[in-house]
């Protein structure tokens, strides 16, 4: 089994048991990939709830710059709402599923079909 797989099944365990939430395999996969050696930095691979910056961070990276979305209040709130369904006492909120679950918020499953 390779890291990334290594990756994806922690995650798709992450969603069966805590989120308990249907994944799309696939698409979870390209998101990680997408993320590149991000997933495998003990510091990088989890989203911090409480950090603004951090924050500020998955809304203009990720979903401004990647998924091409336009600035607006809608955005924080999508991220509050990822964060909540998440758990605040869940202290692994991996970056991948954070994006997994904003990339289905907002139907941009479109950007990972390559």
């Given at each position: 089994?390779?890291?990334?797989?290594?990756?994806?099944?922690?995650?798709?365990?992450?969603?069966?048991?805590?989120?308990?939430?249907?994944?799309?395999?696939?698409?979870?996969?390209?998101v990680a990939k997408g993320l590149g050696p991000?997933?495998?930095?003990?510091?990088?691979?989890?989203?911090?709830?409480?950090?603004?910056?951090?924050?500020?961070?998955?809304?203009?990276?990720?979903?401004?710059?990647?998924?091409?979305?336009?600035?607006?209040?809608?955005?924080?709130?999508?991220?509050?709402?990822?964060?909540?369904?998440?758990?605040?006492?869940?202290?692994?909120?991996?970056?991948?599923?954070?994006?997994?679950?904003?990339?289905?918020?907002?139907?941009?499953?479109?950007?990972?079909?390559?």
């Open positions: 089994m390779s890291k990334l797989e290594e990756k994806v099944s922690l995650y798709l365990g992450e969603f069966k048991n805590t989120l308990k939430i249907k994944v799309d395999e696939s698409l979870l996969t390209k991000a997933i495998y930095n003990a510091d990088a691979c989890k989203v911090s709830g409480s950090d603004k910056k951090e924050l500020e961070t998955v809304k203009n990276n990720f979903l401004i710059k990647k998924l091409g979305l336009p600035d607006s209040p809608k955005l924080d709130q999508a991220i509050d709402e990822v964060m909540e369904q998440m758990g605040s006492s869940n202290r692994n909120k991996y970056r991948a599923i954070v994006y997994y679950l904003l990339v289905v918020k907002f139907k941009k499953q479109s950007v990972y079909n390559s």
